[in-house]
């Protein structure tokens, strides 16, 4: 006799109008996994998420937002402000600041970085797109050169590398050995960028986080994985409002 099957977990997100002021926007959620209202500013995304079980009633997610008016006020003006790839602007990469400038004088070629500047060619309208490819690029052999460097030490084959725009997770390993990451740790400082391809390098090992996995991490960087993980918590959303 065949068990019959669980129904699915069925999520629906639309955008709520709060009951007062907010300078960014409210997805609200019905989820029939929640138990309980819960409430939460995305800051990768630049945004509030707020969850509710599925009998929850539009009207109670606005009163609960209303109760919570001070406490978000609070979190929304601690999000950061978006950066944008300018002349002029600046940026960090492996967290030391570098200024952007605009070289219109020679339109094509490749962008250079010299103490402390990043001059990209072209015109200032294709300035963001250029700086975003430089970025990806440097992003691209810091974390290949380091993950392969890594992977040799284990003995393990890595089947690929590749870098995304993720906003839910840094870096991820897949049971077939790919890994990838996230392009903006690039602007992340050295030592993070360092932990999080030594934390997915050690998933070639051990996909999971018990303390074999810990120790094997650990021998993999010079990093403090605590310091590490406390940065991302604290600044990672930041490295997502620039661009």
């Not at 402390?116 to 691209?140: M, N, S, V, W, Y």
Request: aromatic letters at 6%; proline letters at 6%.
């Amino acid at each position: 006799m065949t068990k019959p099957s669980k129904p699915r977990a069925i999520t629906t997100t639309e955008l709520l109008q709060p009951p007062f002021p907010l300078a960014v926007p409210v997805e609200f959620r019905h989820s029939a996994r929640a138990r309980r209202l819960t409430l939460r500013v995305d800051h990768a995304r630049g945004r509030v998420v707020l969850v509710a079980p599925a009998a929850v009633a539009r009207r109670q997610a606005l009163d609960f937002l209303a109760r919570h008016e001070g406490w978000l006020a609070a979190r929304v003006a601690q999000l950061p402000t978006a950066r944008a790839f300018a002349d002029g602007a600046t940026i960090p990469l492996l967290g030391v600041p570098h200024l952007i400038r605009g070289d219109g004088g020679r339109l094509r070629g490749l962008a250079a970085r010299a103490e402390g500047t990043i001059t990209i060619p072209g015109t200032p309208d294709h300035l963001a797109r250029r700086l975003t490819d430089f970025l990806k690029a440097e992003a691209k052999r810091e974390i290949g050169e380091r993950a392969h460097r890594k992977a040799a030490q284990l003995g393990r084959p890595i089947a690929a590398v590749t870098l995304r725009d993720t906003r839910s997770r840094w870096g991820s390993c897949s049971g077939s050995g790919r890994l990838a990451f996230s392009w903006r740790l690039i602007m992340a400082p050295e030592f993070v960028l360092d932990y999080v391809v030594a934390h997915e390098v050690a998933h070639l090992s051990e996909m999971n986080h018990g303390a074999r996995f810990w120790k094997l991490c650990a021998s993999l960087t010079d990093a403090d994985p605590k310091a590490a993980r406390a940065w991302l918590k604290c600044h990672g959303g930041a490295l997502h409002s620039y661009g």
